[in-house]
């Protein structure tokens, strides 16, 4: 296996996101310049707002549960995938591993290092595309990736640099927020408003679903076991709240505010059906649960 993207064919079903079997009936294109563009939209994206609010205010207690989950031992070395500011990186550190926190969008990285250097812990910052991980082949006993590599958009691709970069008998544990949950719910809502995604692009909460993630690891892993969790969120006080929190602090939020600016129907539309998600989801005091799918897995 290879870890370079390269010229890269890809064939998507555009009724299901998912690729096809049969490139005769499919809609074809190449991933090369439109990849990389994509991935510079993707990187800008995730630097927009505030993420590093959103993982220490409403997410961080995920961090520690995939570590939990993943069972990490000192001295294991250890990839995070899509780390951000290392929600899980950092205790996966703290529990002695030897970590590398890897992202697209290095912007990240500052909050993290502050992270990193508040709990006295020491690991690497390193910049990489999930689906063309730097990597050699068995680098590491572990690879994690909380609500991270969901984002990468072709499924298939990332699950394979997933695979190729443990050693056999090595662990994956991920944490990826189902299509059913609050965080599904919100994408669907906010796909009629963002600008449309391009051709074999898929979306990310698929990797919350059960049969749709197993189907990407295949007979690569085995062991693979699978929970319906949720993460609480009490922070916002109504769904109003919820919505302008949201409008300046989350990048894919902000990026469909952005596609709308010039026509404020649409933006009417979107704040009413952004509140409707925190009202659908609200358990009666302000909080909801968010739900996501834990996966481990041992690499055979
Ligand atoms: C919702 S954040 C999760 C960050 C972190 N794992 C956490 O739990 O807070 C999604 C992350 O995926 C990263 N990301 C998106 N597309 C990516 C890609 N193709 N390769 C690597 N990272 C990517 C973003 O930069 C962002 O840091």
Redesign the pocket.
């Known amino acids: 296996m290879t870890g370079a993207l390269g010229e890269r064919t890809v064939h998507v079903d555009s009724d299901t996101d998912r690729p096809r079997e049969n490139p005769m009936t499919d809609t074809t294109i190449t991933a090369t310049d439109a990849d990389r563009a994509l991935?510079a939209r993707?990187r800008t994206m995730?630097g927009l707002g505030d993420?590093p609010d959103v993982?220490d205010r409403l997410?961080a207690e995920?961090?520690p549960r995939l570590v939990t989950a993943a069972g990490i031992r000192p001295g294991e070395r250890v990839l995070d995938?899509?780390?951000?500011?290392g929600?899980?990186a950092v205790p996966a550190a703290l529990a002695g591993a030897d970590v590398v926190a890897s992202?697209?969008?290095p912007e990240?990285f500052v909050a993290g290092r502050e992270f990193a250097a508040r709990q006295g812990v020491a690991l690497r910052w390193e910049e990489?595309?999930?689906?063309a991980l730097p990597y050699e082949d068995d680098s590491f006993d572990v690879a994690t990736?909380?609500?991270?590599i969901m984002?990468?958009p072709h499924h298939q691709t990332s699950a394979d640099e997933l695979v190729r970069v443990v050693r056999p008998g090595g662990r994956i544990a991920l944490i990826s927020w189902t299509p059913e949950g609050f965080v599904g719910d919100l994408f669907k809502t906010m796909k009629p408003y963002a600008p449309p995604p391009p051709p074999g692009a898929q979306p990310p909460p698929l990797w919350g679903d059960d049969e749709h993630v197993r189907a990407l690891l295949g007979d690569r892993v085995a062991d693979v076991e699978t929970t319906r969790q949720t993460v609480r969120v009490s922070a916002f006080g109504s769904p109003e709240a919820f919505r302008t929190y949201w409008k300046v602090t989350y990048g894919p939020t902000i990026v469909a505010y952005r596609n709308v600016a010039d026509d404020a129907e649409r933006t009417a539309a979107l704040d009413a059906d952004i509140a409707g998600v925190a009202q659908r989801h609200d358990r009666g005091d302000g909080s909801m649960d968010w739900e996501y799918l834990l996966l481990t897995a041992r690499v055979v």
Do not use: P, Q
């Not at 995938?81 to 500011?85: E, F, K, P, R, V």
């Not at 990489?128 to 689906?131: K, L, T």
């Not at 990736?145 to 991270?148: A, D, F, T």
């Open positions: 991935k993707h995730w993420y993982a997410i995920l961090g995938i899509a780390a951000g500011t929600n899980v992202d697209l969008t990240l990489g595309d999930a689906e990736s909380c609500v991270g984002f990468a």
